[in-house]
Every structure is written in structure tokens, then in C-alpha cells.
């Protein structure tokens, strides 16, 4: 399968009070059509702010994309004019946000949300375009789509906004779409219903997904790759059932034993990872994880690159790869 | 929202009553009365005792407080606002063509005002801290540092001195002489817009910058629309809520409260009038006025009730 989505070597960097901050570092990554792709890690990770410059929404003057490429089906985003990112915003590339709450405007009908995007990129006349909004708000199992339609946010459970949020994203048929966290704000109950309707229509659909998300459970199931970030780079990439059965970095390592599991004692101990996600403006020297890293060598305080470890594209950044790889087989 | 309307306006009858009862007392707290304002005679003198009972009784002075009360309501409420005290004519009368100067002032005014701090503020808010929004500020501020009648002057005399010309001091009602009243009443709405912009600029700024940083915002960019379609459609609808009661109260506000402004276009508003009548304890005449801009207080914000429930829906339903 073709690439769909390439990005190499990003960086883009957020002008703070107490210095220049490297959310994202030099990160290298992509998504195959119609693939899955998780970005996992802590909050501060870079997460966000890699899927916020995909789409070029950084906010200046603060934030800056300062170098790499983001090759979208042949064509490098971070070269477009602003004109033709607005183009693709949308209509080729379509984000999920995190806060259903927030996100969708509270003085506009849901209606009027589904409708605006088709109707500037596809000039849709509002009959067709209202026609499939109602289409829209049915995939995302919305019932009774007529009544809804002209209904404002504010009529709307969390769960629900969601629902309208992912229609509104696969308005215009977009080959991506980026979701940020968008199980995060919701119920337990509810979270499954959303990743489970996300999965299902971007089967449908052929659409591709970059979830990022910090909950490996929702990475387990709904992911056919991963990316692991920490301190703004990527410090593991596999195929998600690979990284679960052969995790080989010691934070990987680590946040899978701080996930409760269904088949351990019930008493088992979770096993926390120790210390506080670093602050990125005093990052170490060296890999970023080392202070709290249990496999720390001498070597930590020279970055370990990403190397690939298999054949089969399984990447770590640690010196220790090789030895933890025996050790996370003795404790699962 | 018919019954939110009707809540709204039923709300209006009690307030105006209140209203009545303040302004009936306070004019009698205040020392003296018309007929003292009248007949006082050079250097403190009084006319005889006799005489200013005969025209304290001729007036219904005489009378207890709460029989004066309940004939002012009674006329009231039969929209009679009887005769003026001091000069006899019916009030109605006196405060017609006054009325109609003062509205229309109040309006043209706001409307500047309002063309002026929407797009001002909004300019400012999406080039924040660049020498666009400086300037705005600096434009803004000098409008909140100079009184209106002061600015007033200088049109005047700028207009004297440079082109020979002066706008015309009688004033001509809008429905009798359109240009000739315009171009006498544009240059106080100019120099009383202008001051009045100042404040709903820095609003609409603020209040421009606060919900353009909402989520919604990002998601509309990221949907692709166009800057124009997110500010109007998106942000506006939402930043306008505030600036809205600003520009409404100082509207309402307008309408009574350009004393000097007044003197200085020599233009016989209800400002100069208020005044008059309160000098001249013209109590029939200034509890008429303070009706009649009190209703018109109680009118505008009820309108701007109505215009918050229309543009935010979450109000609809409380």
C-alpha cells in the first residue's frame, strides 16, 4: 500500500517565558491508506502538537513548525500556501477533537456545522448538502436526524457531540483523519461506543486514522501500528500486536505494567513508572528517560537513536533494547 | 420564547412604578419649589406670602403628598403627563420636538459608534499586538480622554476657520428639511460617536480575543473555512453579546445625558431641558422627563434581552 501520510524529521517548537520549548523533536512517522496508527504517550508528549501541525494549526507567533516535511499523498503540507492548507483542511484531512464540550459552537445549529464545510469545498447546494448531513448524523447513530438537525450543541450529551464531531469530520470525505484524544472527556461506557463507531466506519469508509491517545487499551484494540512518544520524540514504533507481546523500551515497558489487566490476580500490585513526565524545557542530556528509567547504563546520557531491531520494522531508542527484550519475556 | 418576551415585559411595569415613586419624592426633598423659582425677586426678596399661596394652590402644591401622588399616576396612567408648572403648556408638547432632536442624536451617535468599535475591535483583536492594534488603541483612548463637547468645539471652529462655514444652529426636524437637519446634527453625533466607540472597541477587542482562543474556533479551521466565514459566522455571533449591552446602554444613556454637548451645537435637547426643568423645580416637567427616559431604559434593555436570547440559544431555554 502507498503511503498516504509521511512525515519526516518534525520539529516544531513553542516560544515560552522560560525558553524555547521542542514539543515535537525531529519525529518520523506515517499512515498507509485505510490504516490505523495510534501516537501514544503522557500528556505533554508532543501528541497534540504533532497532529495540530498536520494540519498547520499551530498557533503563532508562539508555536512553529522550525523544520521536517509532511508529505500528504505526494505533497508537502509545510510547503503549501495558506490557501491551499485551507484546502485540505477538511475536505483531505479532517481532525477530532478532544472536548465534545468545547469543540462544536454553541450559538450555531448542529446543522449548520455539518453543512458549512461541503457547501465551501464542494460548493454542495444546501438541499444536498442538508440531505447528507441527515445522512451523516444517521452513520454516527444519531436517531431521529430530522428533528436533530436544527437542535443546538447544548441539546446534546457528551457522548452525542462526539457523534456530531465525527460526522462533521467525515463530512466531506476526507482520506484522514486525525483524532486527538477523542475518547478522553467521556464515560467509560461511552468511550468504547465512540472507538468502536470510529472503527467501524473508517473500515467502511477506507478512511484512514491517526488516534493519539494515552491509553494503551484503546491502542490494543482499535490500532494496527503504534508510535510511542516521549518528551516530544518517538521512542518505539511496532504493529501494535508486536509492541504488546515484545515491547523493547523500558517506558513502553513501563506503561504497559501500569495497566491494570483482566488476566492477573485480582491483587496483583500495578507497577506505577516512577517520577514525573520530564519539563521539556530542562530535558537531560541524553535520552530523556533515563532519570526514571530502571535500565539506566552509563550510555543513557548520549541519545540512543531509532534503530529498527527486525525485519519486520519494529523500532526502539534505547541502548538497553536488546537486553529488555529478555526481560519484559521473564515478567509477562 | 413568547413567554420569556411576555416575563420580560411584565417586569417592566413594577421597575417604571418604582421609578415614579424616587423621582415624586426626591424633587419635594429638594429645598424650594416653582413658585419660589418663579417669584424670587431681585437680591432674595419674596413676593407676598399671599401671592405664592394663590399660585401654590392654582398648581395643586397645597395638596398632601400622597393626593399629588395619586393624581400624577392617575394621569399616567391615561398617558396624560399634564401641564408644565412653569409655563403652563402641556407637556406633551414641550418635550415633542426636544424628544425627536434627542432620539435621533442618540441614534445617529450610536450608529457611529457602533460602525466604528465593531469593525475597530475586531481588527485589533485578530492583528493583536501588532502596530494595527496600537493604533487602534491609541485611536480609542484619545476618544475616551477628550469630552465630547470639547471635540465639539474644535469641529466647530475647525469647520469656521478652514472652510468658512458653519453648520446650522436652528434646528430643522428630519421630516421638515432632511439635508438641512443632517448637517446639523451629524457633527454632534460625529463628535459624541466618536467617544462613545471607545469603550465597545476595547470590548469587542477583548471579547474578540477570548473566543477566537475557544476550541470551536480551531475546529472551524480545521474544517477549512475561510478566515472571513470564521470571524463572522463563528467567533462574531459569540463576541457580540457584550459589546452589545455596552452600545445599548450608552444609547439609552444618549438620550437624556448630553447636557453640554447640547449647549455647545446649541441644539434644544431633552439634556438642556432636564436641566431647565430641575432649576426651575418644574416638578410636573421633570417627573415627565425622568418617565420618559426611564421607559426608554426599561425599552432598550428589554430589546437587548430579546437579542441576547436570539443570538445565543442556551439563553432561550433557562
Known sequence: ?332 | MAFYILKRLLAIIPTLFGVAVLIFLLLRVVPGDVVEARYMGEGGQFQSQELMQLERKKLGLDQPLWKQFTTWMAGLARLDFGISMWTGAPITEEIKLRFALSLQLALMASTIATLLAIPLGILAAIKQDTWVDYAVRVFSIAGLAMPSFWLGILMILGMLIIFKWLPPMVFTPLWVNPWENLAQLIWPALAVGYRYSAVSTRMMRSAMLEVLREDYIRTARAKGLWLKLILSRHALKNAILPVLTIISLEFAFLLGGLVVTEQVFNLNGLGMLFVEGIARRDYTLTQALVMLVATFFLTVNFVVDIAYAWLDPRIRYR
Open chain 1, 1 to 332: 500500500m502507498a503511503k498516504l501520510l509521511q512525515v519526516n524529521h518534525l520539529r516544531t517548537t513553542f516560544a515560552t517565558s522560560t525558553g524555547l520549548v521542542r514539543a515535537v523533536d525531529g519525529v518520523s512517522w506515517d499512515v498507509e491508506e485505510g490504516e490505523t496508527v495510534a501516537l501514544v504517550g503522557e500528556s505533554g508528549c508532543g501528541k497534540s502538537v504533532s497532529a495540530l501541525s498536520i494540519m498547520r494549526l499551530i498557533a503563532p507567533p508562539a508555536g512553529r513548525i522550525e523544520s521536517g516535511e509532511i508529505f500528504f499523498k505526494g505533497r508537502d503540507l509545510l510547503r503549501l500556501s495558506d490557501e491551499e492548507m485551507r484546502e485540505v483542511r477538511g475536505s483531505e484531512i479532517a481532525m477530532v477533537f478532544q472536548e465534545p464540550m468545547t469543540s462544536l459552537n454553541p450559538v450555531l445549529t448542529v446543522g449548520r456545522q455539518l453543512t458549512e464545510g461541503m457547501e465551501i469545498h464542494y460548493r454542495t447546494q444546501p438541499a444536498a448538502a442538508r440531505a447528507r448531513a441527515l445522512k451523516l448524523l444517521e452513520m454516527v447513530g444519531i436517531s431521529d436526524p430530522e428533528r436533530r438537525l436544527p437542535q443546538y450543541p447544548h441539546h446534546f450529551s457528551g457522548g452525542m457531540r462526539q457523534r456530531i464531531m465525527i460526522a462533521m469530520a467525515l463530512a466531506c470525505n476526507p482520506q484522514l483523519i486525525l483524532a486527538d484524544e477523542p475518547t478522553t472527556a467521556l464515560d467509560v461506557t461511552i468511550q468504547a461506543q465512540i472507538l468502536e463507531l470510529m472503527r467501524n466506519l473508517s473500515r467502511e469508509l477506507g478512511v484512514a486514522m491517526l488516534i493519539i491517545t494515552h491509553n494503551l487499551g484503546v491502542v490494543a484494540r482499535y490500532a494496527d501500528r503504534v508510535n510511542v512518544m516521549y518528551a516530544g520524540r518517538i521512542i518505539e514504533q511496532a504493529t501494535a500486536a508486536e509492541l504488546y507481546a515484545n515491547p523493547r523500551h523500558p517506558y513502553t515497558l513501563g506503561l504497559l505494567h501500569s495497566v491494570p489487566r483482566l488476566d492477573e490476580p485480582r491483587r496483583a500490585r500495578l507497577d506505577p513508572i516512577e517520577g514525573q513526565p520530564p519539563d521539556l524545557t530542562r530535558l537531560p542530556p541524553g535520552c530523556a528517560f533515563q532519570p526514571r528509567c530502571k535500565y539506566r547504563v552509563e550510555r543513557c546520557v548520549e541519545a540512543p537513536p531509532l534503530v529498527p531491531l527486525d525485519a519486520a520494522g519494529h523500532c526502539a531508542a534505547c541502548w538497553e533494547a536488546a537486553n529488555i527484550a529478555s526481560a519484559s519475556r521473564v515478567t509477562a
